[in-house]
T-cell receptor, first 112, second 113 residues
């Protein structure tokens, strides 16, 4: 059974800092890994999707890496802004499956 | 181009009542997935449906919960005889096919009095 863990559970940083969010998973047989953003009372917004054959994906100030063999992914946020404050979720889709396995998320607060 | 639409956004029920949650997938999507987010927990998969078929309901509680995705109309998640432990956010996602990324709706927040 795939277990997905996100560390830290919460993070508070001043505006402008670069930061890294971590995600680990127990079964390396994955189809893809996805990072989402969830704002309070809202749904999930997909940020980056990394296929199992890829090592990283970039979008603007966001960069996500994937090391399948060690069961790890990181989400790097450059030059953080208060508008980045949200909960960030990591989700792993297993190989041969379709149900996403989510971590509990990292709650990020960027202070002005 | 509308995204995944869920309604109602908020639903309040008393213990023992029925709750019906609706999900309209994105245009061109025929695959629907339901997830539940309990307080302080991550999202958990419940059920995967295609038009008129339940493909995988391994995450559904054995009793009181059912789901359908008819040929016409939205997908429905139905919870009978609700209990306080059913209070959660229920999210629907859709995809064009089983290999494509899932797009999520804004969820239905269910509160049981």
């Amino acid at each position: 059974k795939q277990e997905v863990t996100q560390i830290p559970a919460a993070l508070s940083v001043p505006e402008g800092e670069n930061l890294v969010l971590n995600c680990s998973f127990t079964d390396s047989a994955i189809y893809n890994l996805q990072w989402f953003r969830q704002d309070p009372g809202k749904g999930l917004t997909s940020l980056l999707l990394i296929q199992s054959s890829q090592r990283e994906q970039t979008s603007g100030r966001l960069n996500a890496s994937l090391d399948k063999s060690s069961g790890r992914s990181t989400l790097y946020i450059a030059a953080s802004q208060p508008g980045d404050s949200a909960t960030y979720l990591c989700a792993v889709r297993p190989g041969g499956g379709y149900a996403l396995n989510f971590g509990k998320g990292t709650s990020l607060l960027v202070t002005p | 181009n509308a995204g995944v639409m869920q309604n109602p956004r908020h639903l309040v029920r008393r213990r023992g009542q029925e709750a019906r949650l609706r999900c309209s997938p994105m245009k061109g999507h025929s695959h629907v997935y339901w997830y539940r987010q309990l307080p302080e927990e991550g999202l958990k998969f419940m059920v995967y449906l295609q038009k008129e078929n339940i493909i995988d309901e391994s995450g559904m509680p054995k009793e009181r919960f059912s789901a359908e995705f008819p040929k016409e109309g939205p997908s429905i998640l139905r919870i009978q005889q609700v209990v306080r432990g059913d209070s959660a956010a229920y999210f629907c996602a859709s995809s064009r096919d089983g290999n494509q990324p899932q797009h999520f709706g804004d969820g239905t927040r269910l509160s049981i009095l």
